[in-house]
Nanobody, 120 residues
């Protein structure tokens, strides 16, 4: 079983920055892609950013130029750097890992979610 633990986030002023990290623990797997989602009250869960082990990245239009996803300085850890934050970025942010195992099967796992609030 793979476990994802998120850290970071919190309350920040408009125009400020937050950095989220997502660490995957377990054994016998390799992360194929890490995705960041967010969900605001009353809204559907939205894919924000994607990072693959091949180095490809994708960002939804509303965060392009402000958010950056990449590999952190620890094994199986990915970050989401959020700059120039706006009140509309307020949401619960979730990481999601697509992994493959040594028997070539694929699985996916979710982090617990972190509340990010952008407010003056």
């Amino acid at each position: 079983q793979v476990q994802l633990v998120e850290s970071g986030g919190g309350l920040v002023q408009p125009g400020g920055s937050l950095r989220l990290s997502c660490a995957a623990s377990g054994s016998g797997f390799t992360i194929a892609a890490m995705m960041w989602y967010r969900q605001a009250p009353g809204n559907q869960r939205e894919l924000v950013a994607t990072f693959t082990n091949g180095g490809s990245t994708h960002y939804t239009d509303s965060v392009k130029g402000r958010f950056t996803v990449g590999r952190d300085n620890a094994e199986n850890t990915v970050y989401l750097q959020m700059n120039s934050l706006k009140p509309e970025d307020t949401a619960v942010y979730y990481c999601n890992a697509a992994v493959y195992y040594i028997n070539y099967t694929l699985g996916d796992y979710w982090g617990q979610g972190t509340q990010d609030t952008v407010s003056s």
